[in-house]
């Protein structure tokens, strides 16, 4: 261990016991982290009543507005699997306040709707659909903003609201309790906007949260759950880079890269949507005039390696339209996306793994290659901070590329380059480099 710390560069002149911390995940963030590809879906009562905006206290629509024709959850969670998507996050109730299922906290959901005249449960489809295609369920349970109660972020009720916060409260934890009780284990739970602390009025989430869903993974507060994730700073699709997948607790928000040297595992979620920001809600909810704002595959190829292959996990955002259907516009996309994937990606020319400062992968000729994947086992923690990565060509090795960290996964591209052997050199590091996976790709036609 020491000789491979000295020959990393991280040790030098200091004793082994001196050995930075490494900061590793649980079971379940690993499996998170393994799952690599997720899709949202947003499907809210504004589709069907585009003027209206939630701030505009007390204009929300009415319940009987909502009534989809041929709402198919099959259909949603099928073209997620088929994109290679391994979890899909239902936004069960989003900023109007309306709720996709029958809850019993208020009369603004489902069950006051024309949709299986008021007797269906969306939520109980969707977690059933997603046991059909083998997709992990997870829920959007934002408790920040609500237009039916006259709350805003961080999930305060405004003066002009007919209710006190401590009934919007009840509300929250009614139906939290609801959505994290009846549908199963969730492998991710939502919050958009934060959550309002217990100490500032808000409801104890975190207790229900670590009572009913101890295995899920949490994106965005509260701050004392074990299995957290954070949020990249945008909703493009790209993460920093470097973008560490440890941070110090409550610096998420402002240190989106993470840092090297923090003391939690708190990995990153790159959320971004399948049509142009500009497009109707921000391309997160539907508008019927929006199908030509589908990002193009080269974008979406783009927006995967700086997310995936920036040692994030990428949540694609999918519409719902009026039927209740993913457009067949954005299904073709996303197939075509989840193929394009498959095969600049798929199958590599030849990989290796292995333990230590060096890694050598040799070909079996002289091959024209143009991209690279890295991966360490993050089960062990994140223990590369500077690595290169050089290509032997003409009798000498040439510089293809070089970073600072790696983690689950690092794509690297390059400039066309003919070579024989690859060579991964890791500079420096906090302890003995594990890496699962070094694999060359040759360039695609």
């Not at 002009?160 to 939290?176: F, G, H, I, R, W």
Request: with cysteine; aromatic share 10%; net charge neutral.
């Amino acid at each position: 261990m020491v000789i491979a710390l000295l020959a990393c560069g991280f040790l030098q002149g200091v004793d082994a016991k001196n050995e930075t911390e490494v900061v590793c995940p649980n079971k379940l963030q690993v499996k998170w982290a393994n799952a690599e590809m997720g899709v949202m879906l947003h499907f809210d009562i504004p589709i069907f009543n585009p003027g209206y905006n939630f701030r505009n206290w007390g204009t929300h629509p009415d319940a009987s507005t909502f009534n989809p024709t041929e709402l198919n959850t099959d259909q949603w969670v099928e073209s997620a699997a088929k994109m290679g998507a391994k979890y899909v996050v239902l936004v069960a109730k989003h900023c109007s306040g309306f709720s996709l299922w029958p809850t019993k906290a208020h009369e603004y959901s489902v069950k006051n709707c024309p949709w299986k005249n008021g007797q269906g449960d969306i939520v109980k489809d969707f977690v059933a659909s997603c046991k059909k295609y083998g997709v992990k369920p997870g829920l959007y349970a934002s408790t920040s903003a609500n237009g039916y109660y006259h709350v805003d972020n961080p999930g305060v009720v405004q003066k002009s609201s007919p209710y006190t916060q401590e009934e919007y409260n009840k509300v929250v934890e009614t139906q939290l309790r609801e959505l994290w009780s009846n549908y199963g284990d969730l492998f991710e739970v939502w919050f958009d906007g934060g959550v309002l602390a217990v100490d500032k009025g808000g409801a104890d989430v975190l207790s229900l949260l670590k009572e009913l869903q101890p295995k899920a993974i949490e994106f965005g507060s509260p701050i004392g759950f074990p299995n957290r994730i954070r949020w990249v700073g945008n909703e493009e699709g790209f993460s920093p880079d470097p973008c560490w997948a440890t941070c110090d607790t409550g610096e998420e928000d402002r240190k989106f890269g993470g840092k090297s040297d923090a003391k939690h595992w708190n990995a990153g979620e790159a959320d971004f949507t399948l049509r142009w920001n500009s497009s109707t809600h921000g391309g997160w909810m539907w508008g019927k005039d929006d199908e030509d704002k589908i990002f193009t595959l080269s974008q979406l190829m783009d927006k995967y390696e700086k997310s995936v292959g920036r040692n994030t996990n990428m949540l694609l955002g999918v519409v719902i339209d009026t039927r209740g259907l993913i457009p067949e516009p954005d299904v073709k996309r996303m197939k075509e996306f989840g193929d394009e994937i498959k095969r600049q990606y798929g199958t590599p020319l030849k990989r290796t793994k292995g333990k230590g400062p060096e890694l050598t992968l040799t070909l079996k000729e002289p091959t024209n290659v143009d991209r690279l994947v890295l991966q360490e086992d993050i089960r062990k923690g994140e223990r590369v901070l500077r690595y290169q990565v050089d290509g032997y060509a003409d009798g000498k090795w040439v510089k293809l590329g070089d970073g600072t960290n790696i983690g689950h996964k690092r794509i690297i591209r390059f400039p066309s380059q003919k070579v024989s052997k690859l060579r991964l050199n890791v500079k420096e590091c906090k302890a003995e480099p594990i890496i699962s996976n070094f694999a060359v790709y040759s360039i695609l036609n």
